[in-house]
């Protein structure tokens, strides 16, 4: 039976509870144990696939079709468990997993409340899989006091008090704010951010400390004595120049050891943290760096782009080069020369987006990059609008476009390159959607296998023909222009199984041009970097040497 490490969060958001529920996953792995990590979010959407990425940041999707929130992609690359739908969940899913059991009559006429039956639901989530793995780390979003986030809290208490003694333990993030003019960091925030924890009758084990400066012993004593906790559970969090050393620097103060003697596991394993010293060591200690201009949507926001920036870093660990990634509005190209921007770059990303904003923009940075053999990932949209750009500019289909963007809906001269798919196989069933389908959960989403070209570049690449990858997309290149394409040099070099939706176009006699539709990004590691993305950044190394 699993042991379960519930993370809450106080004072403010985002302090990196999932950073840190991240590396403490990748310390106890370190120590030889299995684990596996959950978000809980209480917010109502059901998932975030239909959120703003400029409101919520980058959708994860996992193998199994779910659309969940970014910390899945810390999660997974710090650990390198494969994510799975049952390690999401909203308030959304709950009260609509509640609201249908009534409808069907499964309370039997009962009075729905949120206590017991919303909180039920919570613990019926939490134990799934618990049978599965010696350590469930589960991260409860949000800030301790937010009134969406209250059924969660009642439920990991109620959880916790039906478990054996010791099975549970409690770990509180708060923030230590350095008064500049007293010189002094200030401890109260943390003590209502417990008191309020503990009010609700949860008392924390371990307490994470965000702070700017080394806590002096006075302060950890007087954290520990107000709040309750041993003073060695009071561990000081600092900021870092690489997310990646979490691991070593949360080991290095004492995290692990905090947890296990929490559940008092003595004597306990000692971690193997060689792997994390390599990759850390790579990051610091480059033997040289390229420049790479990722044109896109989204750019104004960080998260929109989470797992390509840190894909991306991952090829830099391969290559051992500091990869300086600049993020470009693709806005800004579709009113100005995209050469003067692009120019002493080493290589060009285009990913995945929605809409026609933008679009045009993208399209002038792939036939930039095309033209001046600048190495190019599309990755998505990005591979969809460098078969746009190959239509129009290769082929001569000038009117070449999409009908996701329906600019040109019912001119006869449009040419949709780019369709909205209806059906697919998934497995050994037939999907069917229609554009008047619900918006969520509708796309094509999660694991589907590609069959690659004997001899293409990206067969090369990978090591094998056959692959499997994370796709998350309604939009998809016409088969019916294949032909025309592939007679100007866009080669189709991945297919799908039943060799009806193309999933990889490349460019043979170019450097390294590679559009794929799926996302290459959400299974990139750092102790495992993506081939894709290990190929991409040797290229643009490889270019910068030619400059």
């Not at 692959?467 to 297919?495: N, P, T």
Request: charged content about 25%; proline content about 6%.
């Amino acid at each position: 039976m699993a042991r379960y490490i519930f993370i809450t969060g106080g004072v403010v958001s985002s302090l990196g509870k999932g950073l840190a529920s991240a590396a403490l996953g990748a310390l106890l792995q370190a120590r030889g144990y299995t684990v596996r990590l959950r978000k809980l979010d209480p917010y109502l959407n059901v998932d975030p696939g239909t959120m703003s990425p400029f409101e919520h940041g980058e959708v994860f999707v996992t193998d199994d079709g779910a659309e969940t929130d970014l910390d899945l992609g810390h999660y997974e690359r710090f650990t390198g468990v494969a994510a799975r739908a049952t390690d999401s969940v909203s308030s959304g899913r709950i009260y609509s997993t509640v609201l249908e059991k009534e409808r069907r009559g499964d309370y039997l006429g009962k009075t729905i409340q949120v206590i017991p039956h919303v909180t039920d639901e919570i613990k019926a989530f939490l134990e799934i899989g618990a049978g599965e793995t010696d350590f469930m780390l589960c991260e409860i979003g949000g800030t301790v006091g937010d009134i969406e986030g209250l059924p969660f809290f009642e439920a990991i208490r109620q959880f916790a008090q039906e478990r054996p003694r010791g099975q549970c333990i409690f770990m509180h993030l708060t923030l230590l704010p350095y008064v500049s003019a007293s010189r002094e960091l200030k401890t109260k925030p943390t003590q209502h951010s417990v008191k309020e924890l503990r009010s609700i009758g949860i008392a924390p084990d371990v307490l994470v400390c965000r702070t700017e400066h080394p806590i002096p012993e006075k302060e950890v004593q007087k954290i520990a004595l107000f709040c309750n906790v041993r003073p060695d559970a009071v561990i000081p969090a600092m900021d870092l120049k690489s997310i990646y050393e979490a691991p070593l620097a949360y080991h290095e103060v004492g995290l692990d050891q905090a947890v296990l003697d929490a559940f008092g596991i003595h004597p306990a394993p000692r971690p193997t943290l060689d792997t994390w010293r390599e990759v850390v060591d790579a990051i610091h200690n480059p033997d040289g760096s390229v420049r790479i201009a990722v044109v896109g949507k989204y750019t104004q926001l960080e998260d929109a782009y989470k797992s390509i920036a840190e894909a991306l870093t991952h090829g830099g660990v391969h290559s051992r080069v500091k990869v300086e990634a600049e993020w470009l509005d693709s806005e800004v190209f579709e009113r100005e020369n995209p050469a003067p921007y692009l120019e002493g770059f080493n290589g060009i990303l285009i990913p995945g987006g929605f809409g026609e904003r933008g679009t045009e923009g993208m399209i002038n940075a792939a036939r930039f990059a095309r033209e001046r053999r600048v190495p190019y990932m599309g990755i998505c949209l990005g591979m969809q609008m460098a078969v746009i750009e190959a239509a129009r500019n290769l082929a001569g289909i000038n009117s070449a476009g999409s009908e996701e963007f329906n600019h040109e809906a019912g001119d006869a001269k449009f040419e949709p390159v780019i369709y909205h798919m209806k059906e697919w196989v998934e497995g050994n069933r037939t999907i069917k959607r229609h554009h008047t389908d619900h918006k969520g959960g509708t796309m094509r989403l999660g694991a589907y296998n590609a069959t690659l070209a004997e001899g293409s570049r990206v067969a090369e690449i990978y090591g094998t023909t056959a692959i499997s990858e994370r796709h998350r997309h309604r939009y998809e290149v016409a088969l019916q222009y294949k032909d025309k394409l592939e007679a100007q040099g866009l080669r189709f070099s991945g297919m799908s199984p039943d060799g009806k939706l193309p999933e990889i176009v490349e460019i043979p006699d170019h450097p390294w041009y590679v559009g794929v539709q799926f996302h290459p990004e959400l299974k990139s590691k750092p102790f495992e970097p993506h081939p894709l993305f290990a190929s991409f950044v040797q290229a643009a190394v490889e270019q910068s040497r030619l400059v």
